[in-house]
């Protein structure tokens, strides 16, 4: 849903008394937000747009796994919900950048946050909550971009081929609920803890997939990617754990590509998806040579 009066909107909601303040949040590459002051100076962040069936994105999922999270703890209390709009709590923090998570001392908390995500926030869903399984996402993107003439077409044969046989490699583990979408800018220091934003790819997935998304996102080394592993799973690691772990981080790579992919093809968003897309699909490419051993 694409509103044209977007500040109007969010300014009418009926969870405001009285009159409320709104400053447009840059940065965002598929949502509008906003933050909000209302007559009290209590602040919060509204975050606008409807559901996007060609992405899978359902708002009522996303306010069903961000209601879920705040009763974990890890993600903030929403304020108001309905159809094109979310709001939730303003906190007080900074975002972190793709650098801390590499270099900071950040790594070990934000597993933990994974942990609550897939255990504890699971434990709190209540109503409607999507599947997120990268394989047939994957495909429907290719279905997508075939209906629709992308510059990409040519190459999708090949990545249809990959993405079936990652699908075979990935191992079976019990669904979690996953986050999904493990870029820095989801996550908030607050200075005491750590805060995880914005639900809107959330739902029932493996595990390995959170994990592989924070690696593959913030290109994590080998070392960070043994650590994560090993804090994640503890005594139950192994090697087949291992080499899961690795085709599920090229499958996150895949379906980022091809979501930017989409993109390009549908969104009025400013933002460079050609190049975005280049990018993900250059580093999917690239991890395939871990995996030659499957092909």
């Given amino acids: ?40 100076g209590k602040r919060y962040v509204a975050r606008v747009n409807g559901d996007v069936p060609d992405h899978g994105v359902l708002r009522i999922n996303d306010y069903n796994c961000n209601r879920a999270a705040a009763k974990a703890g890890i993600a903030p209390e929403v304020h108001h919900y309905q159809p094109g709009v979310l709001v939730v709590d303003y906190v007080k923090s900074r ?45 429907d993107y290719g279905f997508y971009l075939q209906e629709n003439q992308s510059r990409m077409t040519p190459e999708l044969t090949a990545m249809m081929d990959i993405n079936d046989t990652l699908e075979k490699s990935v191992g079976a583990y019990p669904p979690v609920l996953g986050h ?38 913030n290109d994590l080394t080998p070392d960070q990617e043994n650590q994560l592993l090993a804090q994640y799973f503890g005594p139950a690691m192994s090697a087949d754990k291992t080499d899961h772990f690795t085709a599920m981080k090229s499958a996150s790579l895949l379906r980022e590509a091809m979501w930017s992919m989409v993109q390009e093809c549908q969104s009025e968003v400013d933002f ?24």
């Fill in 180 to 217: 999904n979408d493990f870029l820095a800018a989801n996550l908030l220091d607050d200075g005491t803890k750590l805060w995880l934003i914005d639900w809107e790819h959330a739902g029932l997935t493996s595990p390995l997939f959170d994990l592989a998304n924070l690696a593959s996102n």
């Fill in 272 to 295: 460079d998806y050609v190049a975005y897309s280049d990018d993900c699909f250059g580093r999917f490419q690239q991890s395939l040579g871990f995996l030659k051993s499957l092909f």
């Fill in 1 to 40: 849903m694409a509103l044209l009066q977007p500040e109007k909107f969010v300014a009418e909601l009926p969870c405001w008394q009285g009159n409320v303040s709104l400053k447009k949040i840059d940065g965002g590459i598929s949502n509008e937000n906003f933050l909000i002051t209302d007559a009290d």
């Fill in 95 to 139: 975002t972190l950048e793709k650098t801390d998570i590499q270099n900071g001392p950040f790594l070990e908390p934000i597993i933990d946050l994974i942990k609550k995500t897939h255990y504890q926030a699971y434990r709190q869903l209540r109503g409607p909550v999507c599947a997120f399984w990268p394989f047939r996402i994957c495909r």
